[in-house]
């Protein structure tokens, strides 16, 4: 039996792959972009003034760190040059190998942190954009059990306001995250405090207009060639329909054009819909 195609690790590597070309980096992150035009040509700059913010947050000394979802690995080898010993936990095959090859002076654990067996103790838990794919009763608590004593939580990630009612009220809207409500009432009960908190919700939701412009480029060339080639050739247009009908559903198709041509995931319902937060976490007295 053939195995299953791997259509994700298809779509992280070309991803990589373009933002390595357009970068020279292969970071996962949004970019910060106060005083920045909103264009391809400053996104580098926007993701290097982010991950800048992102070690504001960093206790002072050298640090035990465990890069919780590291991405491709681009956050640990930076933690790396600065002095740092940092461990990695990633779930996927295909990361996993990119930060090995990204950040060699790292230890990687190949699986979910809901999953880690390791014993610590850490002076740092960090969460970069990777804390709304753990359910909440495990990563907090989880952190307890792993920091050594005065050690601390740095979480920077989406959380879904309250006005967000789901996709079939609103369609599909950019970011995501755990119910900011939700997460505030699991902090109060558990081991730890806000020691700081920032929000920085408007400076990174021009990411997004940037994402959909990337995306609107490629739909005018589909639409550009599909005109043409329904004009010149309309038996060839006919069959290579039907031959993408074998693999997309009409839904699908419509999604995906939707996604390609569309301007319903933008700056402005990124707002209104999550609030970015970089937060460091202290234990409660």
Same mark, same amino acid.
């Given at each position: 039996?053939?195995?299953?195609?791997?259509?994700?690790?298809?779509?992280?590597?070309?991803?990589?792959?373009?933002?390595?070309?357009?970068?020279?980096?292969?970071?996962?992150?949004?970019?910060?972009?106060?005083?920045?035009?909103?264009?391809?040509?400053?996104?580098?700059?926007?993701?290097?003034?982010?991950?800048?913010?992102?070690?504001?947050?960093?206790?002072?000394?050298?640090?035990?760190?465990?890069?919780?979802?590291?991405?491709?690995?681009?956050?640990?080898?930076?933690? *790396?040059? &600065?002095?740092? %010993?940092?461990?990695?936990?990633? @779930?996927? /095959?295909?990361?996993?190998?990119? #930060?090995? +090859?990204?950040?060699?002076?790292?230890?990687?654990?190949?699986?979910?942190?809901?999953?880690?067996?390791?014993?610590?103790?850490?002076? *740092?838990? &960090?969460?970069? %954009?990777?804390?709304?794919?753990? @359910?909440? /009763?495990?990563?907090?608590?989880? #952190?307890? +059990?792993?920091?050594?004593?005065?050690?601390?939580?740095?979480?920077?990630?989406?959380?879904?306001?309250?006005?967000?009612?789901?996709?079939?009220?609103?369609?599909?809207?950019?970011?995501?995250?755990?119910?900011? /409500?939700?997460?505030?009432?699991?902090?109060?009960?558990?081991?730890?405090?806000?020691?700081?908190?920032?929000?920085?919700?408007?400076?990174?939701?021009?990411?997004?207009?940037?994402?959909?412009?990337?995306?609107?480029?490629?739909?005018?060339?589909?639409?550009?060639?599909?005109?043409?080639?329904?004009?010149?050739?309309?038996?060839?247009?006919?069959?290579?329909?039907?031959?993408?009908?074998?693999?997309?559903?009409?839904?699908?198709?419509?999604?995906?054009?939707?996604?390609?041509?569309?301007?319903?995931?933008?700056?402005?319902?990124?707002?209104?819909?999550?609030?970015?937060?970089?937060?460091?976490?202290?234990?409660?007295?």
């Amino acid at each position: 039996m053939a195995e299953k195609i791997d259509t994700r690790a298809v779509g992280l590597d070309v991803g990589l792959a373009f933002i390595r070309w357009l970068t020279g980096a292969e970071n996962l992150h949004y970019g910060l972009w106060t005083g920045l035009k909103v264009t391809a040509g400053n996104l580098k700059t926007a993701q290097e003034a982010y991950t800048a913010r992102l070690f504001g947050y960093l206790p002072p000394g050298r640090l035990r760190i465990l890069d919780i979802g590291g991405g491709a690995g681009e956050t640990a080898r930076k933690l *790396l040059d &600065l002095g740092h %010993e940092v461990e990695i936990v990633v @779930p996927s /095959a295909f990361l996993a190998a990119r #930060c090995r +090859a990204n950040a060699p002076g790292a230890t990687v654990h190949e699986c979910t942190f809901e999953a880690f067996s390791g014993q610590g103790l850490y002076d *740092l838990c &960090l969460f970069s %954009e990777s804390f709304q794919y753990i @359910p909440m /009763a495990e990563s907090l608590p989880k #952190c307890a +059990a792993l920091l050594a004593p005065g050690g601390q939580v740095v979480i920077a990630d989406c959380f879904r306001t309250e006005a967000y009612k789901g996709r079939r009220a609103h369609g599909p809207q950019a970011g995501g995250g755990h119910g900011l /409500a939700a997460f505030r009432k699991a902090l109060e009960g558990s081991a730890f405090r806000v020691a700081a908190e920032e929000d920085i919700t408007a400076e990174v939701a021009p990411s997004i207009d940037l994402e959909q412009q990337f995306f609107n480029v490629i739909g005018h060339g589909v639409t550009r060639l599909s005109d043409e080639i329904r004009t010149r050739k309309p038996a060839a247009h006919w069959s290579l329909t039907r031959f993408i009908g074998l693999f997309l559903s009409k839904k699908r198709r419509a999604n995906l054009m939707r996604r390609l041509t569309g301007n319903e995931r933008n700056a402005e319902g990124f707002q209104t819909f999550n609030r970015y937060l970089m937060l460091r976490l202290e234990r409660k007295a």
